[in-house]
């Protein structure tokens, strides 16, 4: 039984290559954008919400972010990819900032900031899934890009 | 009053076994990410346990037999304690998770990261386990975790466009762009989800604990034609409540904070509060019967006295269990793993270690000497024979699949 | 369900890891394995159950079950009654149903089985399931042993597999013919279909080379 889970685990796709940086900077971009819609669907509905559930839910989202970038981080891109990766470096930091101030203003109660907030998160959601398309875009194969 | 009473143990097992939570976070997930397209996976879910949970609860009611004790008696010693340690793993690692849950529930409600919280929470399930009687346990945290029809009504109030979601529970195949063998894996999980081992463990132990006789067999049906379905129709909710609002964000859910944004939307504050209710009670009710569980698994493989219809002393060494299974998820828990992925490994491996807890069952029910003129009928037996086959089937692809899709990411 | 107890019955199928209860419904231990009496006239005796670690260890079977039950003995290495397990004599039992009941209550009920110099000479039920058969079509295990309604060996089940292995699906008087599902007795009987019942006449064992002889 261990003996076929480790062949089967050997067989597994995502070995580090190109592909690999692909597949896992789509998958960060995916939670760090989850967060970010998460983040701006409770801050629209924020008199909806208790304060310590608004507050739990902003706390978390900015920790799942941070964790789903720092992830990426540590993966060498290829050499074809680093123009992009840069790009998509820059986004996900962009983003985990406007979570913190997200965060910083939800504990601060201070429900004034939240309409702005939610517009820059909007947007930040949308920038987010550009790049998320543009690199779904990418051939499967590895020809290089 | 006294016959709604009587229910709240299938409620219980069901809400426990459906709505914990790995499974609130699970169908949330699925929800959003697949729509309802995984739904026919819960309704099979739900037969197949009515199925396992009928025959194990009527074996109780008529030999005065739990579970474990069967498992035992015709599987022999060694493949009893092979299953007996697969089963105790995966319970175990509920436990855990579900101890994290109701901090992670209380986290909401205070805003104290669960962190500082669990230690509490572990305590306080021990403490329910070693005085609460068993009644009390069934009848608070079974109807109180009723709190979670909540995302029935949510899902009615958001007004989704009923034929999209018609149409995704019918497609059977993944939505684009989920490939098919993460939708394949959710399947395993969402089967494994339904299909815990120790929903059955705490049903036919509990049919014991409340001294079922063959009387009450149709009470005990009535448990588990009420309280199964019950949990399905809560799942498929809560997929749906998440899909509605998730899908069109293209966001993923990963915490009970953004599993409880649908009702918040729908219902506002007071939604929300009824949510939170259902979660605490929810994975309260989990907590106590995983809890339990443990206990009733290692003490009946062993012979030893169990259950709560017998002062503590009598079944000390069952008590025991209890609070060193406690000591161990706290332990697990200090690690700061995240309790909601600790669920999600465990229906896997509960999907691996179910046939060998089912087949055992399906024999014993068919046994004239311990059934008497209850054994299984005709079309009881073809259906017990397909989940049978389905068990099989699931347990074979369960672990090359969670390698494959690496847990489904 | 009738008492099992007074009548021809098989140990394994429905005695053996069942669940002991003392008088009062208390829980007592399960039936971890059987104690067997050779008797003046050769025959083979039930006598008594048997249960704690040192009976349900060595069932664990094999080398695992050795093993095992080493490193239990180790543990207490002080204890002369380390490798001696509990042992309820067949006068406690009041009737076998789907449970062993017992017409005692449990307090102080189980006392570690004598040494091996006293009485008549006693084997365990388990050493005896494990042994390798040598039978005139060859190879095979015990899969069940009957008895009589007096606990004597009446015959043993010989075939392919483990003890217990036809879960009670095997064709004979006294058991209903069709235990269902059909699907899984159909592949039961077939898995089993050289299984046989050797009178115990015709059965020498060699408690000390572990084998048995079918002649």
């Known amino acids: ?145 | 009053m006294k016959k709604l009473l009587n229910v709240a143990l299938g409620v219980l097992t069901a809400i426990g076994g459906f709505v914990d939570i790995g499974d609130l976070v699970t169908n949330a997930q699925v929800g959003a990410r697949f729509g309802l397209s995984l739904a026919w996976v819960t309704l099979l879910g739900v037969v197949g346990i009515i199925v396992f949970a009928e025959m194990s609860g009527r074996i109780a009611a008529v030999s005065g037999r739990a579970t474990f004790d069967l498992v035992r008696e015709r599987l022999g010693p060694a493949m009893g304690m092979a299953n007996l340690l697969g089963s105790m793993g995966v319970t175990l690692l509920t436990y855990v998770a579900e101890i994290g849950g109701v901090a992670l529930a209380f986290q909401l409600i205070c805003g104290v990261d669960y962190l500082l919280l669990f230690p509490f929470v572990g305590a306080l399930v021990w403490l329910v386990l070693w005085r609460a009687k068993f009644s009390v346990i069934e009848n608070l945290f079974g109807l109180l975790g009723l709190a979670l029809i909540v995302f029935v009504v949510a899902l009615l109030k958001l007004g989704p466009d009923w034929s999209q979601l018609g149409h995704s529970a019918v497609s059977f195949q993944p939505p684009k762009p989920e490939a098919w063998s993460t939708w394949a894996y959710y399947a395993v999980a969402l089967f494994g989800a339904a299909m815990t081992p120790y929903e059955v463990f705490f049903f036919s132990s509990g049919g014991v604990e409340e001294k079922w006789g063959v009387k009450d067999i149709g009470v005990m049906r009535t448990n588990v034609l009420l309280g199964f379905p019950l949990g399905g129709v809560l799942s498929v909710a809560i997929a749906a409540c998440t899909y509605v609002v998730f899908n069109p964000l293209s966001a993923s859910v990963d915490t009970l904070g953004q599993v409880g944004l649908p009702v918040a939307i729908a219902l506002g504050k007071i939604g929300l509060a009824i949510a939170l209710l259902g979660f605490v009670a929810a994975t309260f009710g989990a907590a106590c019967e995983t809890g339990l569980s443990t206990g009733y698994s290692i003490a009946q493989y062993f012979g030893w006295q169990w259950g709560k219809f017998v002062r503590t002393d009598v079944a000390a060494r069952f008590h025991l269990v209890l609070l060193l299974s406690t000591v161990i998820a706290l332990g697990v828990l200090a690690t700061g793993i995240d309790p909601v992925q600790v669920t999600e490994a465990s229906v896997v491996f509960s999907a691996l270690a179910l046939p060998l807890t089912y087949f055992p069952i399906l024999v014993v029910a068919n046994d004239r000497d311990y059934m008497g003129e209850h054994v299984n009928g005709r079309v009881l037996n073809v259906l017990a024979m397909f989940f049978m086959v389905v068990l099989t089937v699931v347990a074979l692809a369960a672990i090359p699949l969670m390698i494959w899709t690496r847990m489904g990411a | 369900m009738g008492d099992r107890f007074h009548e021809p019955y098989d140990a394994v199928l429905h005695l053996l890891d069942r669940q002991v209860i003392d008088r009062d419904g208390l829980l007592v231990c399960k039936v971890d394995d059987l104690e067997l009496a050779e008797t003046g006239e050769g025959a083979l005796v039930a006598t008594a159950l048997l249960a704690g670690s040192p009976a349900l260890l060595p069932r664990l079977g094999g080398r695992l079950g050795s093993v095992v039950r080493e490193y239990w003995a180790r543990m207490g290495d002080e204890q002369a009654d380390r490798r001696l397990p509990y042992r309820i004599d067949f006068a406690l039992v009041a009737e076998l149903t789907s449970a062993v009941t017992l017409t005692r209550p449990r307090h102080g009920l189980l006392v570690r089985t004598p040494g091996e110099d006293e009485g008549p000479v006693r084997h365990r039920l388990g050493d005896l399931l494990q042994m390798e058969v040598e039978a005139p079509e060859g190879k095979r295990r015990i899969l069940d042993v009957r008895l009589d309604e007096r606990h004597r060996v009446r015959s043993l089940v010989i075939g392919h597999g483990r003890p217990g292995a036809m879960l009670g699906y095997d064709e004979r008087e006294g058991r209903p013919a069709n235990q269902g599902p059909a699907l899984v007795r159909a592949i039961v009987r077939a898995l089993h279909r050289h299984a046989r019942e050797v009178p115990f006449g015709q059965v020498r064992i060699d408690w000390e080379q572990h084998r048995v002889r079918v002649a």
Do not use: N
Request: charged share 25%; net charge negative.
């Open chain 1, 1 to 145: 039984m261990v003996l076929v889970a480790i062949i089967l685990s050997a067989c597994a796709p995502g070995t580090p290559d190109e592909d690999s940086w692909r597949v896992d900077a789509l998958r960060s971009i995916g939670d760090v954008s989850s967060s970010v819609s998460s983040v701006q669907l409770a801050l629209q509905h924020h008199d909806r919400l208790f304060g310590p559930y608004l507050q739990t839910v902003a706390v978390q989202a900015e920790d799942a972010a941070g964790t789903a970038s720092t992830k990426l981080s540590a993966v060498q891109p290829p050499e074809p990819y680093q123009g992009r990766s840069d790009t998509v470096t820059s986004a996900l930091d962009d983003a985990e900032s406007l979570l913190t101030d997200a965060r910083i203003a939800v504990v601060r109660r201070d429900s004034a900031a939240y309409a702005d907030l939610v517009r820059r998160l909007k947007r930040t959601g949308d920038r987010l899934s550009r790049i998320e398309d543009r690199i779904r875009a990418l051939p499967d194969d590895r020809s290089r890009p």
